[in-house]
């Protein structure tokens, strides 16, 4: 009976007492990744394979060896502290390492490094399904995305779940994952697999984490950093996202980042949401902070991603494990089979954008290999560029790694109103850097990226003999493109459904740019102005005068800022509050909001002198009165 009383007596203290005091707040350190494409072994400054001799030159970054190693030392520094490892997907894709093993190879270095959780890309649909499948049956993680749905025949059943928790340190932490809405204009996850819409499956996740009293929700994401600002961080109850895809490096030191890292976020709950990526090819460890209140709520976030360069020592044991792998594929990779007297550039960021070296070359390699079929105009997808090639002896292993996905040439016939629509599908997704873009040969265009999508070509042009002439709708012209597009990827549905005459040609894009470098070497890069984007007339109209100083070098000048309520801010009359967008620049505000750039000096002092060109997106800017 006292025994009874006293232990009554005590519960109810218990309950008194900890219904008056707060709990403590909870530390979550999240390491993540983001679109390892394959880069098993480490890679030089233009994202190919490094060379001993760079190695040799401590010039090398990345590999899974130096990543497992990075992994490795984080986690013994971060020991007794609640601490997540989790991937943003396209593991898959970029080396002869995929082409060879198919997936196996990462899985098998991804479970070496233990991650938590993972969810899927749109290339690890590269291969179907069935080479998703076999990913599946050999990773020793769970892999989460709630939008990918498959149907009872899908060979992948059940092992991607919408969501899953995770108990860490005595909480529950719920992952939610989500990939890119338009997967099955990237790449093939087949009929068995639908893939839904990314805001309506993670909003649904998420309520379901809540049911379960999950209060501390990461949305782990493969559809890109403006997708991840504009949408998911807004999803109600989401309170981190750790993205990929769009390959964005986020920092709060190199002036390069698209934004800084964390970029806060307003939720419509009324509290911050941090969003982080971290570039690309194991070039970066992400690296984390988050601390939450007691009721779930985050109340900081801090961090920066870490550069897997040189200092990092690789992981011996993981180094021999590649090397090994390595062994069947060395003598077709170290095959030289060209000499270029400059780097090639096929940056993603140019790639994407505008004509680039390697887009040039590629579409000019495909337009020779069947110029005597009668074709004459080449059209390929920058995305489907995935390197630059650096100056001198060029391997065929260096040619598979700008053109890894095994993509054969393929002709068809079509209209040149045909020819115009697949060229507004390619500028359809511009601000995205959508790999869409149309790289070309045989034919020149201009456009103007201010235009609503669908209206955005200016002008097009075809050669025919060494002169070009405008486009003519009506007329039937013969066209050589890669077998994905020829098949409707990339949106390029008009080439599908109004191509005749279709015919896979065959060799793989890789042999016939190898090819093309053997008969044109020593190779020089080039770029001849056949993509040109025409400013608009509204930027014509506000671009500073020529003679002023400019606080940059810059050559791209930015649009004019605007205020919340979108409308220019000329001649501000008391401080107000802007946040910066992607292509703001201090001259640019300073003449939306003063009517006069040379007053760019004002924002800078009001702001701690940031750099005047490489604004952090994101980041909100007080602009004092003029």
């Given at each position: ?23 403590a707040?909870y ?37 899974v ?19 997540l ?16 093993y ?22 690890e ?19 989460v ?13 059940d ?87 769009s390959?964005s490096?986020?920092s ?39 601390t ?86 080449a ?27 095994q ?33 070309v040969?045989g ?19 075809v ?51 190898a ?44 649009q ?9 801010a ?57």
């Amino acid at each position: 009976m006292i025994r009874y009383m006293r232990t009554g007596l005590m519960t109810a203290s218990i309950l008194a007492l900890s219904s008056g005091a707060a709990f403590a707040d909870y530390e979550l350190n999240i390491l993540h990744i983001n679109d390892l494409h394959s880069r098993i072994e480490s890679i030089n400054k233009f994202d190919s394979t490094c060379s001993a001799e760079e190695e040799g030159k401590n010039e090398c970054f990345g590999g899974v060896a130096r990543l497992k190693a990075l992994i490795d030392q984080k986690r013994q520094e971060l020991s007794g502290k609640n601490t997540l490892l989790l991937n943003a997907g396209d593991n898959f894709q970029g080396s002869l390492f995929f082409t060879t093993y198919k997936g196996l190879a990462e899985a098998e270095f991804l479970n070496l490094m233990k991650f938590d959780a993972m969810t899927v890309g749109n290339h690890e649909f590269d291969e179907s399904e069935d080479g998703l499948a076999g990913f599946l049956d050999k990773i020793a993680f769970p892999v989460v995305t709630a939008n990918v749905l498959p149907s009872h025949k899908s060979k992948i059943g059940d092992r991607i779940k919408p969501s899953i928790v995770l108990e860490v340190g005595g909480q529950k932490v719920g992952i939610v994952g989500a990939v890119a809405n338009d997967t099955p204009e990237l790449s093939s996850p087949g009929p068995d697999i639908l893939i839904g819409d990314d805001v309506a499956t993670t909003t649904a996740a998420v309520e379901e984490l809540k049911k379960q009293g999950v209060d501390k929700i990461i949305a782990l994401t493969h559809v890109g950093y403006p997708r991840d600002l504009a949408a998911i961080a807004k999803i109600p109850d989401v309170d981190v996202v750790v993205g990929g895809h769009s390959h964005s490096l986020l920092s709060n030191t190199d002036p390069k980042a698209e934004g800084p890292y964390p970029t806060m976020v307003d939720n419509p709950g009324g509290y911050k949401v941090p969003v982080v990526q971290a570039a690309s090819y194991t070039k970066y460890l992400g690296d984390l902070v988050v601390t939450f209140d007691d009721k779930g709520v985050v109340k900081a976030a801090k961090g920066d991603p870490i550069l897997v360069d040189a200092s990092v020592k690789p992981d011996e044991a993981v180094l021999a494990r590649v090397a090994e792998l390595g062994k069947p594929i060395e003598e077709l990779r170290s095959k030289i089979i060209a000499k270029t007297e400059e780097p090639i550039d096929g940056s993603r960021e140019n790639c994407r954008t505008k004509e680039c070296q390697m887009g040039s070359l590629v579409a000019d390699a495909m337009l020779d290999r069947v110029k005597g079929q009668g074709v004459t105009i080449a059209i390929t997808n920058g995305g489907g560029l995935r390197a630059s090639i650096d100056a001198g002896d060029v391997s065929m292993g260096e040619a598979i790694t700008v053109l890894p996905f095994q993509n054969t040439v393929a002709t068809f016939q079509i209209k040149g109103d045909g020819i115009r629509e697949a060229l507004e599908n390619g500028l359809s997704k511009l601000e995205e850097g959508g790999g869409r873009f149309p790289q070309v040969a045989g034919m020149k265009y201009s456009f103007d990226k201010s235009k609503p999508v669908g209206s955005r070509v200016v002008s097009v042009e075809v050669k025919e003999g060494e002169s070009y002439v405008a486009l003519d709708p009506a007329k039937t012209y013969s066209l050589v493109t890669n077998n994905y597009m020829r098949n409707g990827g990339d949106g390029y549905d008009v080439f599908k459904d109004k191509g005749e005459k279709a015919y896979d040609y065959g060799p793989g894009l890789e042999t016939v740019l190898a090819d093309y470098l053997a008969a044109h070497q020593p190779f020089k890069p080039y770029t001849d102005g056949r993509i040109t984007e025409v400013a608009s007339a509204a930027s014509a109209a506000t671009a500073e005068p020529a003679a002023e100083a400019k606080p940059a070098t810059d050559t791209a000048a930015a649009q004019p800022a605007a205020t919340s309520g979108g409308e220019t801010a000329a001649a501000a009359s008391g401080p107000q509050k802007h946040v910066i967008a992607k292509g703001d620049t201090l001259w640019d505000l300073a003449k939306a909001f003063y009517g006069d750039g040379a007053l760019w000096a004002k924002i800078s002092e009001a702001n701690g002198k940031p750099a005047p060109r490489h604004l952090h997106v994101g980041t909100e800017l007080e602009i004092p009165a003029k």
